[in-house]
């Protein structure tokens, strides 16, 4: 299908529910602070656990952001989505008169649903016996249920997907709302992602996958991406969401803008479950799919928001992907690359939402938010990763977020600054 690229996307609304702030300004505060949000974990009892810290949503109360009744009949994941949501929603200024409710989309999804619902079911009927399920622990644990509370919050009637895609779900529910709206099914739509994964069974699991940092006694400087002495990622929870809308609609409603989406490319590893090919073919080959979409050269791009989890081979491999699809522009001064990863930990299906928005913010401010706790650099990791310090920039136009999945899932998008 070919897509109306006359119909131009921008973004009038943001929503942030992470560990690093539940309001954009102190997380952005926060992402120029160069401030660690890894605490020893409390969500669950750290004692019974070899990975003892995670990034936490502090004081999360569900009741300030939806009915108490209603919050209960939800999963943590789909309370910070739809948390995430109104902060959305009232940024970009929007209204029930706003938008036809046929032309408003949402599109929110999840890795892993609600499984802080399923280990509390599962217990109950191993000593309660089957009968004693609850009613709500379908529409609780299923991944689409963020998405479907959203659409009947705010009477959104337009198209209503769940994207499912592990670590890159953020991204592609961007990239998807993106596709959605040039090809005039939508006006505006809701887009990003949400997760509440810091639970016994899931930690555990990550745990015994060797995927986790097991940095228990530093929690803050425990996420170090491209840094030798890295030994995994650190969970992290919340959720991340963008008001996506026709740009002409935008205006005519005099609504603010962050800035224009212009790319999205995905593609798949085909290579393993759990890791990429050192060579980032897969990461390669979404980011070259994302600038011929833009209709952009790789020079163009002044800054790239890496996936950079802390893992061993990922961010080597996803290093010389960049160095593949940037060429010797990677040596330019004026481009920059950093992992946020670094400070809000690895939100999974939140990630590349949040990272996206970290991107439109960059953009705006001209400032580049750091890499935290690159001490002592990988030599297989040697580009400008923005060490330490959030740094000022002039004239930066574009920037592109890399996010990639289990699986072998991969996004990336680009934005560009509103002038």
Partial sequence: MTMDKSRRVVITGIGIITPSGVKLEPFWQ?????????????????DE???KIAGEVKNFVPEEYMDKKESRRMDRYAQFAMAAAKEAYADAGLTPDSVPAERFSVIVGSAAGGMTTMEWQVKEVVKKGYNRCSPFLI???ICDMGAGRIAIQYGAK???QAVVTACATGADSIGTAFRIIQNDEADVAFAGG??????????????AARALSFRNDEPEKASRPFDKDRDG?????????????????????????YGEIIGYGRSADAYDIVSPPEDGNGAVLAMKAALRDAQIKPEEVN????????????DIAETNAIKTIFGPHVRDKNFLVSSTKSMTGHLLGAAGSTEAIICLLALQHQIIPPTINLDNPDPQCDLDYVPHTARPVENYKIAMSNSFGFGGHNASLIFKAWE
């Fill in 49 to 51: 656990h070899t990975c």
């Fill in 303 to 314: 800054y790239v928001n890496a996936h950079g989890t802390s893992t061993p081979l990922g």
């Fill in 194 to 207: 949400a997760e509440a994964p810091l639970t016994p069974i899931s930690v555990s699991g990550f745990a």
């Fill in 30 to 46: 926060n992402m120029l602070a160069g401030k660690s949000a890894i605490s020893r974990v409390s969500l669950i009892n750290p």
């Fill in 158 to 160: 337009g198209p209503n």
């Fill in 139 to 141: 529409p609780m644990i």
């Fill in 233 to 257: 990622f650190v969970m992290a929870e919340g959720s991340s969401i963008l008001i996506m809308e026709e740009l002409e609609h935008a205006q005519a409603r005099g609504a603010k803008i």
